[in-house]
């Protein structure tokens, strides 16, 4: 009988978006503005949409900032957004010029957590 005794090395590591169990997660479904990657921010549109937090001028809008989509999307497709939760601040699909910390109060005044 022979056994391989040489070193082995495993690895697995998930990409997790969700950070924590505390805090109750509730989702709601809204038709995409434009194509939407997991784990990013949106507010809503004039219409109702989900759309991308963008900066313009390096100001970031967070009025009407909604959730984070829980799973890719194309435009017009019907997304998946977290509303309430705990989610990962380096795991979040930011635009260029927006940064968690950027989100991050107006994401706690909606019950939503980054660590």
Known sequence: MSMDLTKQTFTYEPEYLIAGTNIRITTAVKEAAADLETGAPVL???SGKA???TASGGTVTTTGLYGIVADSAAS???V???LTGEFF???LALESGVTAADLEVA???IGIFLK
Request: overall charge neutral; charged content about 35%.
């Open 107 to 109: 994401f706690r005044n």
């Open 44 to 46: 809503l549109n004039a």
């Open 76 to 78: 017009g497709e019907d």
């Open 80 to 82: 998946v957004i977290y």
């Open 89 to 91: 601040a380096d795991k």
């Open 51 to 53: 759309a991308k937090v």
